[in-house]
């Protein structure tokens, strides 16, 4: 019986993950998100800057 698992890693328990699965003879294949995929998630978390211009993104990065 085949099961699909889908699993959320750090990057570097990924490597660990890849070498457990070979020993075991499991086969994995790793989506990884796209840039938009990303931007938008961080826009849905509220990770973004609000400025009027270039400079004043500047300043308050600097401030």
């Known amino acids: 019986m085949t099961e699909n698992v889908s699993l ?5 328990d990924l ?8 020993k075991m003879g499991w086969t994995m294949h790793v989506k990884r998100k796209s840039g938009i995929e990303r931007g938008l998630e ?22």
């Open 8 to 12: 959320t890693l750090p990057n570097n």
């Open 42 to 63: 961080d826009v849905r978390k509220g990770n973004v800057f609000k400025a009027e211009n270039a400079d004043d993104l500047i300043r308050q990065i600097l401030d």
């Open 15 to 22: 490597s660990l993950l890849r070498a457990l699965s070979k």
